[in-house]
């Protein structure tokens, strides 16, 4: 009984250390959309240097679930817990790789045409959004709402496209154009990964893959 419950702990922490890590990746999203129009390179530069906490947490996850696996004899259920645990971290320190990949526009770049800028900046809080409500979903095992967040990531294609389509900035400063395309593409891939965490979710919630069953 007492093992039964230090690995249930285990497991919780396993958990709890995930909720971390989306945590600190929606705050890399957060700030790698800010810093696009910064005056200045400072915030570019710390949130470069901050992905390497991002890669030392993913580290730290897949390690643990090595050991759980290991140590331990899950069942079915717990094991689902472990495969969803290491493909979301997998996919959540993508997700900051992407985000640091701005901040490295940022570097090169200073966007401040409103058009491209706003639409930016809305990929990126639409991300976030689904971000904050996958959590919720997951916490109240809430399916339908997990579908719903899959589907939006067409929202942030859709601005990914309009943005790309745009071909008016590239007449005033073709770089700056190229840049900013490029930080829609990082937010577009954002989007996906969030979209790839929805599905190891479901997955986790209802051990079945939602490709095969949904799509």
């Not at 497991?11 to 890399?28: H, K």
Request: proline share 1%; net charge negative; with cysteine.
């Amino acid at each position: 009984m007492v093992i039964r419950e230090k690995y249930e702990g285990e497991l919780n922490a396993l958990i709890s250390d995930l909720l971390n890590l989306g945590g600190e990746v929606y705050y890399m999203i957060e700030k790698s959309v800010s810093v696009l129009n910064d005056e200045g390179k400072k915030n570019a530069r710390e949130l470069i240097a901050y992905d390497k906490k991002i890669n030392q947490m993913e580290h730290d996850i897949n390690e643990k679930v090595v050991m759980l696996i290991t140590k331990q004899q899950p069942i079915a259920t717990d094991l689902r817990v472990m495969i969803s645990a290491l493909k979301i971290a997998s996919e959540l320190e993508r997700m900051a790789d992407n985000s640091t990949n701005i901040a490295q526009i940022r570097k090169k770049a200073l966007i401040t045409d409103y058009f491209i800028l706003m639409r930016l900046k809305t990929m990126g809080k639409l991300a976030m959004l689904m971000m904050k409500d996958l959590e919720t979903a997951v916490k109240n095992k809430d399916i339908l709402l997990i579908k719903e967040i899959i589907d939006r990531d067409k929202d942030i294609d859709d601005l990914y496209k309009e943005i790309n389509n745009t071909t008016y900035l590239i007449d005033n400063d073709p770089f700056i154009a190229a840049q900013a395309h490029l930080a829609a593409r990082y937010l577009e891939r954002i989007g996906d990964h969030i979209t790839n965490i929805s599905e190891s979710c479901y997955y986790y919630i209802t051990g079945k893959y939602y490709e095969t069953i949904e799509k």
